[in-house]
Every structure is written in structure tokens, then in C-alpha cells.
């Protein structure tokens, strides 16, 4: 059974750091791009940026410069290191793997897998 389990989401201050995780099994996940979404509360899943299996990225013009997605294909692991966190970054963050080989996949109906999210917060 596919399982991705993300981890390393908490509470932390404006302009602080996170790093998520994002733990693949069961597939053959050096063969799919990821993708990270985000859901606030009230809102739809928005997208926030995809690795390919070779490394390329691409990300949501709302986290670029701040957000970089990169991945360990041994280790069946995906990331995603936060900086200069703000307050509407505060949602619940999901991992999702696509069969999709282009790095431009930014809706939520191209990604055949998804994880059960982790909650980040931000205060302000």
C-alpha cells in the first residue's frame, strides 16, 4: 500500500524556519515527481511547488525566493526548508506524488498519491 507520511511541522515565529519531511513507501518513488500543496483553513489546497525525479522545481510565485523543495530518491524522501515564514503561510502542508515527468503539475486532480498533511503555524 503507497504510504507518504510527512513530519516536522510546528509553531513557529514570523521569519523563523521549518523543514517538512516527507517519508515515501511502496511505490517506486525515484520514478515520480513530488509535489508539496497547502490548505488553510476555510480555503482550497493550494499548490506550493514540485520536484522532478532528476531535481528540477518549480514553485507557486506566493513561496518563491523563501520555499526550496528537494529530494533523496535513496532515502525515499522528499523536503521542503521554509524560510522567512509569514503569518498566511500558517495552513496544513501535504506531500503528493505524480506520475506526471513535467515539473509544471499544479493541480491537485494530476497527483495519483497524497499524504495526511502536517500543520504549520505561524505567528506573527
Known amino acids: 500500500q503507497v504510504q507518504l507520511v510527512e513530519s516536522g511541522g510546528g509553531l513557529v515565529q514570523a521569519g523563523g524556519s521549518l523543514r517538512l519531511s516527507c517519508a515515501a513507501s511502496?511505490?517506486?518513488?525515484?520514478?515520480?515527481?513530488m509535489g508539496w500543496f497547502r490548505q488553510a483553513p476555510g480555503k482550497e489546497r493550494e499548490f506550493v511547488g514540485t520536484?522532478?525525479?532528476?531535481?528540477?522545481?518549480y514553485y507557486a510565485d506566493s513561496v518563491k525566493g523563501r520555499f526550496t523543495i528537494s529530494r533523496d530518491n535513496a532515502k525515499n524522501t522528499v523536503y521542503l526548508q521554509m524560510n522567512s515564514l509569514k503569518p498566511d503561510d500558517t495552513a496544513v502542508y501535504f506531500c503528493?506524488?505524480?506520475?506526471?515527468?513535467?515539473?509544471?503539475?499544479?493541480?491537485?486532480?494530476?497527483?495519483?498519491?497524497w499524504g495526511q498533511g502536517t500543520q504549520v503555524t505561524v505567528s506573527s
Open positions: 503528493a506524488a505524480t506520475v506526471q515527468i513535467r515539473v509544471v503539475v499544479t493541480t491537485v486532480g494530476e497527483y495519483d498519491y
Open positions: 511502496e511505490f517506486t518513488f525515484s520514478s515520480y515527481t
Open positions: 520536484i522532478t525525479w532528476i531535481g528540477n522545481t
